[in-house]
């Protein structure tokens, strides 16, 4: 399903690299601390699906050794992480392997395939049984069949615990090119009907039988793919938009699915902070590109972050408030989409916190945001009843 990757992809991590590899680094751990005490031995299973090289030229560490970073961490604290990786190509494999050699002698549990994910699919879902499975699946082209997935998610395994949990490539330029596709007289229907497999059915077409509105129709199909996801599943579904430069149409969106509120909850968080990281990223390359600049574009188009919390704060009271209408207690990590609102993976955990302190200060909850170490195990009381 894959097309590979271009010749100078392992160079040096472009922006989009940035944003996807920085929310692996900071979802991985907590993943593995928040789930491995679901398996007697506290062992986890971490699948990435289309490894690559591991590494880049420049050195830095691409998906597979970040992976490979967290397993060997965890290992010297009693938990175990269980990597699978699988490449296709020749040369990639090869320097995969090389990577791998590294962290295998150090006793990282960690092995490769050359061929495609669906090869190894079932038996890394066998190798998984009774413990918490991580699904990362990132291709340049189009990934997994729809069906495919839900046999693995929903069918091999619906229960809540132990857990589950998917981060995937969805390419919207995959998205684009097909949808040129359907208003060509000369659009290829055996690739239409490889996507039709992706999004599980023709439903996608329908949004390009319209001439106009060519990236609203594709923004659409991620959106509704996600929301069909969540639908079949059972699962939280969330779809991040991933782009090269500010404004610039997104190269893919990342689908993250859990059936974990925890997971949700530290999934937003870790998305506000991989943005901090692609926005910072940005603005040191354009430093490097043109030195003595005194605005670079970056620094004039990034929202303030300062701005964009103290904005979040009262309307993230308000969606608290809200909730506690309800005449009981509100636990936040059980209310995550609730008490974000638009402003999830906007912000991090902390602005909620925030939230809680300033309804207390309008007289709006007797809590004080006070007390628990971590912000999402606060629980919010109503007022009392006059």
């Known amino acids: 399903m894959s097309s590979g990757t ?70 010297s604290r009693g938990l175990h992480l269980s990597c699978f990786f699988v ?18 002698a150090r006793g990282v549990d960690a092995r490769a395939h050359r061929g495609e994910v669906d090869d190894v699919l079932d038996d890394v879902v066998r190798r998984a049984a009774g413990v918490p499975l991580f699904l990362f699946l990132d291709p340049c082209g189009l990934c997994l069949p ?16 132990p857990a589950t949990e998917l981060l995937m490539n969805f390419s919207m330029m995959a998205v684009r090119r097909l949808g040129g596709h359907m208003r060509s007289p000369r659009g290829n ?8 497999a992706v999004c599980g059915g023709p439903w996608w077409r329908e949004y390009f039988t319209d001439a106009s509105g ?89 929202p303030d972050p300062d701005v964009v919390e103290k904005e979040a704060v009262p309307v993230m009271a308000a969606n608290l408030e809200q909730l506690l209408r309800a005449g009981r207690p509100v636990k936040l990590v059980e209310h995550t989409l609730e008490v974000f609102g638009s402003y999830y993976g906007q912000v991090t955990e902390p602005v909620a916190r925030k939230a809680v302190k300033y309804l207390h200060g309008e ?9 628990e170490k971590r912000t999402r195990e606060l629980v919010v009381h109503p007022p009392a009843a006059s």
Not at 35 to 41: F, G, P, Y
Not at 146 to 161: G, H, I, N, S
Not at 189 to 196: G, S
Not at 363 to 371: A, F, H, R, V
């Open 363 to 371: 007289g709006k909850t007797p809590s004080t945001g006070i007390g």
């Open 214 to 302: 060519h990236e609203d129709a594709a923004e659409a199909v991620a959106a509704e793919y996600a929301r069909r996801l969540q639908r079949v599943t059972g699962m939280f579904v969330q779809s991040v938009p991933v782009a090269k430069a500010p404004h610039w149409k997104p190269v893919y969106h990342l689908v993250f699915a859990t059936r974990s509120p925890y997971g949700l909850w530290v999934f937003g968080d870790a998305v506000a902070r991989a943005r901090a990281e692609w926005w910072k990223t940005l603005e040191l390359q354009e430093e490097q590109n043109e030195p003595g600049t005194l605005f670079s574009t970056a620094s004039v188009l990034r």
């Open 6 to 75: 271009g010749g100078n992809y392992w160079q040096g991590k472009a922006l989009p690299s940035v944003f996807k590899h920085e929310l692996l680094r900071r979802y991985i751990p907590p993943f593995g601390g928040m789930t491995s005490t679901q398996s007697q031995d506290r062992r986890v299973v971490y699948l990435d699906g289309y490894a690559g090289e591991g590494r880049y030229e420049s050195g830095e560490p691409g998906s597979a050794e970040i992976a490979l970073r967290v397993a060997s961490y965890y290992r």
């Open 87 to 104: 490449e296709q190509q020749a040369k990639s494999f090869d320097r995969l392997q090389q990577v791998l050699r590294g962290y295998t």
């Open 189 to 196: 229907e055996k690739t239409l009907e490889r996507f039709d």
């Open 146 to 161: 729809r069906d495919r997935l839900v046999d693995v998610l929903a069918r091999q395994r619906p229960q809540r615990r």
